[in-house]
């Protein structure tokens, strides 16, 4: 089973609204990295969560991280055609690689 | 730009042919992660060097996939007898912070095995 399931899978919103995406992990959060990929294209970091009840903002997205439910938010308030494309959270989950465990992502398409 | 480049940014190849793709991190970063990311699904982790060391392979990357970082700057992953289910975009990723978890994306290598 995936480690991180994120929901929805798909989302289309008209301009202009607000918007949630959600990410869970079955394991226990040792950080939680928001990331935005255009189609084709890499992975641009949006932003990185490690405290229980951390909250942070950029623009208009905020990312909230609830460490007791292994889960955290993304949310996009006035949502534009510019916010459209995937979003992925990816997180440590302790091992000792480093490296990052990821959700399957969620297609944002934004509504003009 | 995050400052990871990756060349070339589209390979395609015919089946049985080997190819080999190419990582410049970011400068004076002493890791390096190579994932592989397949259609609808987030990004897989493969192995990862510090500096040219290369510390943990996944179980994913076959006897046909090798890598190496020669001089613990540029990578190169190389995949040998390619087959179908090697169609994938290969991301390289640099990292920061105390635990190395802030990671760079580069804009991927998508392949396709004709």
């Known amino acids: 089973s995936q480690e991180l399931e994120q929901s929805p899978q798909s989302l289309i919103v008209q301009e202009g609204k607000n918007l949630t995406i959600n990410c869970t992990s079955s394991k226990t959060l040792y950080g939680l990295y928001w990331y935005k990929q255009k189609y084709g294209e890499g992975l641009i970091f949006l932003m990185m969560?490690?405290?229980?009840?951390e909250e942070k903002s950029h623009e208009k997205i905020t990312a909230k991280l609830d460490e007791k439910k292994q889960q955290s938010s993304l949310h996009i308030t006035a949502s534009q055609p510019s916010h459209a494309g995937i979003y992925l959270c990816?997180?440590?989950?302790?091992?000792?690689?480093?490296?990052?465990?990821f959700g399957k992502g969620t297609k944002l398409s934004v509504k003009p | 730009d995050t400052g990871v480049s990756q060349d070339p940014r589209h390979k395609i190849t015919k089946r049985g042919q080997n190819v080999t793709f190419r990582c410049d991190p970011i400068?004076?970063?002493?890791?390096l992660y190579w994932y592989r990311q397949t259609l609808g699904q987030g990004p897989e982790f493969l192995t990862y060097?510090?500096?040219?060391?290369?510390?943990?392979k996944s179980r994913l990357l076959s006897d046909r996939f090798s890598a190496e970082r020669p001089k613990g700057s540029f990578s190169t992953l190389e995949i040998q007898r390619t087959e179908q289910g090697d169609s994938a975009m290969y991301l390289c990723?640099?990292?920061?912070?105390?635990?190395?978890?802030?990671?760079?994306f580069g804009p991927g290598t998508r392949l396709t095995v004709l």
């Open positions: 990816g997180a440590d989950l302790g091992g000792s690689q480093g490296n990052l465990i």
């Open positions: 990723a640099s990292p920061t912070g105390s635990s190395y978890n802030e990671q760079f």
């Open positions: 969560l490690q405290k229980g009840g």
């Open positions: 060097f510090q500096n040219e060391a290369q510390l943990e």
């Open positions: 400068s004076e970063h002493n890791r």
